[in-house]
């Protein structure tokens, strides 16, 4: 086997299909662990949590690339979807790690997928791959998470991704308000809400397999941004009103407060000290940028 192959796994969501697109467009060849019948020579079938999966499927590949995890923007957070959204993140990273332990010394790099969800609500702080974890359900979570990964060995990179600036991505519910004309202040405004392009997620993790990093690795762009400011840039953008808040009482109300204090409220100043300092250029170094990049498509 290719020594440049990648295996991917959660290959057909939005980071997914972005980045197996990405290495195959390079020549990459890439292996996708589905959860169905095969249907090209290039998948896997596998199922986390109920099976093993067989190391030699591994075997040969330069890195493993874990995105599992089902929607955090699927709402309501009831206790059977807080359920979903924790075996559909933990089964897999534990199915991964087992089968990567049991190739011993010749393993691939394990590069699983995190949030900045990790940091929790921490206002004021600069938070950087060194802070620890925060206590929202989501940053409890995510500490799960990174947890299971960790347990492959010393060759796991962690991705504490921000919320994609992307019409799939974060932006998809605030078009839709904001097309509507009731967006406006979410909470009080001024909390800073990380953020990083679906371009530069791709291209960030590309960065960690060619460059070996490993560790945590904050996947958030590199300038800070308050909700109020990436709310008042898509209104902007769509020539649309800005004027109607959505008071943190409210979205608790309507979201339940573990998802309104895990998604909406944090005050997260995240900083991407680990890719700026091995040499890592944003593509879209802006929040405004990075809008204006998801509403051309």
């Given at each position: 086997?290719?020594?440049?192959?990648i295996?991917?796994s959660?290959?057909?969501?939005?980071?997914?299909?972005?980045?197996?697109?990405?290495?195959?467009?390079?020549?990459?060849?890439?292996?996708?662990?589905?959860?169905?019948?095969?249907?090209?020579?290039?998948e896997?079938?596998?199922?986390?949590?109920?099976?093993?999966?067989?190391?030699?499927?591994?075997?040969?590949?330069?890195?493993?690339?874990?995105?599992?995890?089902?929607?955090?923007?699927?709402?309501?957070?009831?206790?059977?979807?807080?359920?979903?959204?924790r075996?559909?993140?933990?089964?897999?990273?534990?199915?991964?790690?087992?089968?990567?332990?049991?190739?011993?010394?010749?393993?691939?790099?394990?590069?699983?997928?995190?949030?900045?969800?990790?940091?929790?609500?921490?206002?004021?702080?600069?938070?950087?791959?060194?802070?620890?974890?925060g206590?929202?359900?989501?940053?409890?979570?995510?500490?799960?998470?990174?947890?299971?990964?960790?347990?492959?060995?010393?060759?796991?990179?962690?991705?504490?991704?921000?919320?994609?600036?992307?019409?799939?991505?974060?932006?998809?519910?605030?078009?839709?308000?904001?097309?509507?004309?009731?967006?406006?202040?979410?909470?009080t405004?001024?909390?800073?809400w990380?953020?990083?392009s679906?371009?530069?997620?791709?291209?960030?993790?590309?960065?960690?397999?060619?460059?070996?990093?490993?560790?945590?690795?904050?996947?958030?762009?590199?300038?800070?941004?308050?909700?109020?400011?990436?709310?008042?840039?898509?209104?902007?953008?769509?020539?649309?009103?800005?004027?109607?808040?959505?008071?943190?009482?409210?979205?608790?109300?309507?979201?339940?407060?573990?998802?309104?204090?895990?998604?909406?409220?944090?005050?997260?100043?995240?900083?991407?000290?680990v890719?700026?300092?091995?040499?890592?250029?944003?593509?879209?170094?802006?929040?405004?940028?990075?809008?204006?990049?998801?509403?051309?498509?």
């Amino acid at each position: 086997m290719s020594t440049d192959r990648i295996v991917v796994s959660g290959a057909s969501g939005l980071i997914g299909s972005a980045l197996v697109a990405s290495l195959r467009a390079d020549g990459v060849p890439v292996t996708t662990l589905v959860r169905r019948a095969p249907r090209a020579a290039d998948e896997v079938e596998w199922a986390p949590g109920a099976e093993e999966l067989d190391p030699a499927v591994l075997a040969g590949a330069r890195a493993v690339v874990g995105l599992n995890g089902a929607s955090v923007g699927r709402l309501p957070w009831t206790p059977r979807y807080r359920e979903l959204l924790r075996s559909s993140r933990i089964d897999p990273t534990r199915t991964l790690a087992t089968a990567i332990r049991g190739l011993g010394p010749d393993a691939p790099m394990l590069v699983s997928a995190s949030a900045v969800g990790y940091y929790g609500d921490r206002p004021g702080a600069r938070l950087t791959e060194a802070s620890g974890a925060g206590t929202t359900f989501l940053a409890r979570l995510s500490a799960a998470w990174e947890a299971e990964a960790a347990l492959t060995g010393e060759r796991v990179a962690l991705l504490r991704t921000a919320p994609l600036m992307d019409r799939d991505g974060m932006l998809k519910p605030l078009i839709t308000l904001t097309q509507w004309g009731v967006s406006g202040p979410v909470g009080t405004g001024r909390q800073i809400w990380p953020w990083i392009s679906l371009a530069d997620e791709v291209r960030g993790i590309r960065h960690i397999i060619d460059r070996g990093l490993t560790g945590p690795v904050n996947l958030a762009g590199p300038q800070a941004t308050t909700a109020f400011e990436i709310g008042h840039e898509l209104a902007h953008r769509l020539h649309r009103p800005f004027v109607v808040p959505a008071p943190s009482w409210a979205l608790r109300i309507a979201l339940g407060p573990g998802a309104a204090d895990s998604l909406l409220l944090p005050d997260a100043h995240v900083v991407p000290d680990v890719l700026t300092r091995s040499g890592f250029a944003f593509t879209h170094a802006t929040a405004a940028s990075a809008i204006a990049e998801a509403l051309s498509d």
